[in-house]
């Protein structure tokens, strides 16, 4: 069984501060993590995507997580934050063995409020 | 362009009437889902389906019916039985061993129902 935990349904941040959010998965077996951003009535972007090879990975929109397995973690970071990174933020674990067909389990979302 | 088309983005129904939500994709993926996402539980899954004329119930199916009679299509029924049908509903398509990473989907824009 897999889970995924994410920190603060909010969070909020001045334009140009470090954006951190925060996302912890149980998995019983070695984890796929996503991370997905969604606009208002929108559908899911992918951000990015840890699959084994690199453990910091880098996406579109200057983002980029770190897997710690230590820490069960994969939170995701900005530099810098921008006016239009305001979103809804969704962290998703799949497991890579058994075909991964059934889809992703998603975290309940942070919503990341930019402050201007 | 290649991608995943839901209709319609808007759609309000009467209690008691089933409703049917549209999701075709041009990808070529095997894999089709539907997920449910109401404010602040994340996305729920509806069903699943891994490959034409099979499906499988997610967490939340009951309510719900699909069908999967092509590769492009995988339309989903709201039902009189569903009791809290307002919601934001999110297709989805997958191509796990088809060159794509485990897991990984891609969205289509949502449909947003409401009963009256």
């Known amino acids: 069984a897999q889970s995924v935990t994410q920190l603060g349904s909010h969070v909020s941040v001045s334009e140009g501060a470090l954006v951190l959010l925060r996302c912890n998965y149980s998995?019983?077996?070695?984890?796929?993590l996503f991370w997905y951003v969604q606009y208002p009535n929108q559908g899911l972007q992918l951000l990015l995507k840890y699959t084994s090879a690199a453990t910091l990975v880098k996406g579109i929109n200057g983002f980029e997580a770190e897997f710690k397995k230590s820490e069960t973690s994969f939170h995701l970071t900005k530099p810098s934050a921008h006016m239009s990174d305001a979103a809804e933020y969704f962290c998703a674990v799949s497991p890579y063995s058994g075909g991964g067909a059934d889809g992703l389990t998603f975290g309940k979302g942070t919503h990341l409020i930019i402050q201007p | 362009d290649g991608g995943i088309t839901q209709s319609p983005k808007y759609l309000f129904r009467k209690e008691g009437q089933n409703v049917t939500l549209s999701c075709e994709q041009n990808l070529n993926h095997d894999a089709m889902y539907w997920y449910r996402q109401d404010p602040g539980q994340g996305l729920r899954l509806i069903y699943y389906?891994?490959?034409?004329?099979?499906?499988q119930k997610g967490d939340i199916a009951e309510g719900y019916s699909v069908s999967r009679e092509k590769k492009e299509s995988f339309p989903l029924t709201v039902t009189s039985a569903q009791k809290n049908p307002t919601a934001f509903y999110l297709c989805?398509?997958?191509?796990?061993?088809?060159?794509?990473?485990?897991?990984?989907?891609?969205f289509g824009e949502g449909s947003r129902l409401t009963v009256l």
């Open positions: 389906s891994q490959i034409v004329n099979d499906f």
């Open positions: 989805a398509s997958s191509a796990p061993g088809q060159g794509e990473v485990v897991g990984e989907l891609f």
């Open positions: 998995s019983s077996v070695p984890p796929y």
